[in-house]
């Protein structure tokens, strides 16, 4: 069977581990050169060991998403040695949960700044060279948050319903260049995030295997098939939505215990 993305030049922020080095890792085994980024370059080394290990072509970027002038120069540094960006998955973000009335100005802002301005800022600095290049498409990672109130999940829950109306705005804004954005809203996946959250105790991870109607947490696998499909020529009149990969969660209305 043909590779998918021959050709093409894919750019993953947040792909030092979990849901964006699957990506990474995934869109590469289609063909892809890949730009692997995150808050320094040498977390996503790993990542683009593993890509080249299997043959695959790659670079990581240190660049935090959230500093307009490291993404204006990572996006030209991208440019320099891969030329145009074919697709741009914007996956990098954090959860930092704390309860409303305890919560902190900051909580708030490295939520809208991470998981929200970067969107932005990213998405704008591959815009134009993809409307000079005939089209490209970029998927936001978002999630069930979204959609569904958690508690103390004030700042991420805000931030990642901004990502869907972010990604309808410019769907609309750039159908016209050939540009599809699309959102992808995992539900729970077995990340350091996770991970990290259930040691803290704010997670209980049978609670959440319970909860979910498949039964299991999802996998980077599970987000990263899904960003092939949308990323693909097979989703070629797709622009606008939100897809979620979740097990059944957010359809799941009852609580079983
Ligand atoms: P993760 O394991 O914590 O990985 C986060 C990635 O983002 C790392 O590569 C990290 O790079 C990067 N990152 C964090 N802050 C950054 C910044 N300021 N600038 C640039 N890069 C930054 O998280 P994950 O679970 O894979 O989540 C990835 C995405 O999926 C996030 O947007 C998250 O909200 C979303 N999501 C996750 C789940 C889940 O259940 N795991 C569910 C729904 C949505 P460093 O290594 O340099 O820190």
Excluded at 69 to 98: E, R
Excluded at 221 to 243: C, H, I, Y
């Amino acid at each position: 069977m043909s590779k998918k993305f021959i050709g093409k030049v894919a750019v993953v922020t947040g792909a030092s581990r979990g849901i964006g080095k699957s990506i990474a890792l995934s869109l590469a085994s289609q063909g892809a050169r890949v730009v692997c980024t995150a808050t320094i370059a040498e977390n996503a080394d790993t990542t683009v060991a593993d890509i080249k290990e299997a043959g695959g072509q790659a670079m990581s970027i240190g660049c935090r998403v959230e500093d307009p002038d490291m993404v204006k120069d990572s996006f030209a540094l991208i440019h320099q040695n891969y030329g145009s960006v074919d697709i741009l998955v914007n996956n990098a973000g954090i959860s930092k949960p704390m309860l409303t009335m305890e919560m902190s100005e900051e909580n708030w802002d490295i939520h809208m700044d991470i998981n929200c301005k970067s969107i932005f800022l990213c998405s704008q600095a591959v815009a134009h060279q993809m409307k000079e290049n005939g089209g490209g498409c970029i998927i936001n990672i978002g999630s069930i948050l979204g959609q569904n109130a958690f508690p103390a999940t004030l700042g991420y829950c805000a931030s990642k319903a901004a990502v869907d109306q972010m990604t309808k705005v410019m769907a609309i804004e750039w159908a016209r260049f050939g540009i599809r954005v699309n959102c992808i809203s995992p539900g729970y996946i077995r990340t350091e995030l996770i991970d990290q959250l259930a040691r803290e105790g704010k997670l209980k991870l049978s609670d959440l295997e319970r909860r979910t109607p498949q039964r299991r947490l999802g996998t980077g696998a599970d987000v990263a098939n899904a960003v092939n499909f949308v990323a693909s020529e097979d989703a070629n009149f797709m622009t606008g939505e939100t897809l979620i990969i979740d097990g059944g969660w957010n359809a799941f209305g009852y609580y079983q215990t």
